[in-house]
């Protein structure tokens, strides 16, 4: 009756109008920033952190979320009608997408990707308000040695599962973690790395960091990749999809739920990888796999599904263990920082009117996104229109602005300049942030967690054995770390020459 009670009292806060003004507001923005390529979600949250100090904490995460699960959607535009993802999310969809729209289907393309978004969002709502309470009801056995494995699992996961070169998302979360321990000892007082600075005796401000890395960085790395000329979208007809596309697509719209949900949970998943697992499986059951490619609707039924639901369950470990599961996951957890608010297993039980708003804002944000989606279509081509020589001036000072407004601090705006800096050789010469991001916000996690460990078992680190959730964890974090290793032994070993494995013929032999 309880948990009855709590989730009404979640949706009298989010039919608040201010509550509701925001979720519409975070939505429309979310599908703006999806059709804008390259200013994703993470950038979006970076850049707008700011503006949300003047807001109840509540309201400010009801609006984050919607530009989360409000920018998978607007990917979709730019991939189907220009064949250019609007967000990485979205990359599989252009295949099949753009493939349709060549065919006049455009409509039908968004159509079914409207339809698949809102249920594979709303089944992930589900799964999240019955999920989320449980998750928080174990983690309340959770102690320092447990969220250190926690905190090292989360952090070894990001860093094999990103996309790309492993070894370089190491070496980035190596450096998160390295940033992390600037500023004073809060055990022992003493100053670590900070040159004599007064400005880093407090340590590196989590908000500076992500606006330069996930906002300047990215508008300097986009700028230059921009250049290119690319085709002016065409017109868009026959929106809705007929009853034949919607029974093809309904399969994979439900494997898409449940894939994107479980993916989405796992740190490291989140929308990107569940949309291209999804269209992976739709292309192995087919029965026809060479369709694909060609205008297969399935094609872009999941993907679009499953990232939407990913999206939205990537939630759950963020609010009931306080682990972020990706990049955008952890500005959340900054902005929940920043409004007061420590992310979870308490959560649940000390802030329920903000943990049941945040999720039953999600069942309102995906009617509206429903709603909305078809009929915005048509000025979101208008603002793809709008040259990025234009757009990116204003995003930069409005990042600038930001950062200067958080404490009154140039100092914020030099690191802002720095780590936009960082961003961008990062993202030219192949490092993705997102580790260095969640290893930052891990790393101040691990560390106080760790020290307080070993307090407890006297300085002796065989105590985290003693206790089976975090001796659990540490299993789990050696597997995750020797897998990668053994795979590529195995392909070392399957890509070996035949004559390396012939028999070295006897020299006694020879000489005979």
């Known amino acids: ?95 099949d997408g753009h493939a ?44 320092p040695p447990e969220y250190t494995a926690l905190a090292l699992v989360g952090i070894l996961l990001v860093a094999t599962i990103a996309s790309g070169s492993k070894v370089k998302a190491l070496v980035a979360a190596a450096v998160g973690l390295l940033l992390a321990t600037i500023g004073r000892d809060a055990f022992t007082g003493a100053e670590r790395f900070t040159f004599d600075s007064l400005s880093l005796a407090d340590g590196i401000d989590f908000v500076p960091v992500a606006m330069g890395l996930f906002g300047l960085g990215e508008i300097l790395y986009n700028l230059e990749e921009r250049h290119r000329a690319v085709s002016a979208p065409g017109k868009v007809t026959n929106v809705w999809p007929t009853r034949k596309d919607l029974k093809e697509s309904s399969g994979a719209v439900a494997r898409g739920s449940l894939l994107g949900f479980f993916l989405g949970i796992l740190p490291g998943g989140g929308a990107t990888i569940a949309s291209m697992a999804a269209y992976a499986a739709e292309k192995r059951r087919a029965k026809d796999p060479s369709r694909f490619g060609r205008g297969a609707i399935e094609g872009v039924a999941g993907p679009e599904t499953a990232n939407n639901a990913a999206a939205t369950s990537s939630f759950i470990p963020l609010l009931t263990l306080g682990i972020p599961a990706n990049a955008t996951m952890a500005l959340m957890f900054g902005a929940l920082l920043i409004q007061g608010v420590t992310p979870g297993p308490q959560l649940v039980t000390q802030e329920p009117e903000l943990f049941w708003g945040v999720v039953n804002s999600m069942y309102i944000g995906n009617v509206l996104l429903l709603i909305m989606s078809i009929p915005l279509v048509g000025v979101f081509v208008r603002i793809l229109r709008v040259r990025a020589a234009i757009l990116a001036p204003v995003t930069a000072l409005i990042t600038m602005i930001g950062a200067y407004t958080i404490n009154n601090s140039v100092f914020d705006v030099l690191l802002v300049v720095v780590f936009g800096a960082v961003g961008y050789l990062m993202k030219k010469f192949g490092f993705e942030p997102g580790p260095l991001v969640l290893a930052f916000v891990l790393g101040s996690l691990l560390e106080s967690n760790l020290r307080r460990s070993l307090l407890m078992f006297d300085g002796s680190a065989t105590g985290f054995l003693t206790r089976p959730i975090s001796a659990t964890l540490l299993v789990v974090f050696v597997v995750v770390a020797v897998l990668p290793l053994i795979q590529s032994v195995r392909n070392r070993r399957a890509a070996r020459p035949p004559e390396d494995d012939a028999p070295v013929p006897n020299r006694e032999e020879e000489s005979v």
């Open 100 to 143: 349709l729209a060549k065919q006049g289907r455009a409509g039908t393309a968004l159509g079914i990707a409207a339809v698949g978004s809102f249920v594979g969002g709303t089944v992930a709502i589900i799964g999240l308000t019955f999920l989320a309470p449980l998750v928080a009801g174990f983690a309340l056995d959770f102690g």
């Open 1 to 95: 009756m309880e948990s009855l009670h709590n989730v009404a009292a979640g949706f009298a806060v989010v039919l608040e109008p201010t509550n509701l003004l925001y979720c519409l507001v975070g939505v429309v923005i979310g599908m703006l920033i999806g059709v804008l390529p390259g200013l994703g979600p993470a950038a979006t949250i970076a850049i707008l952190l700011p503006l949300t100090y003047g807001v109840e904490p509540v309201t400010a995460i009801i609006m984050l979320a919607g530009i989360f699960y409000g920018a998978q959607y607007g990917g979709t535009i730019t991939s189907v009608l220009l064949r250019l993802p609007g967000e990485a999310s979205s990359v599989v969809t252009v295949l």
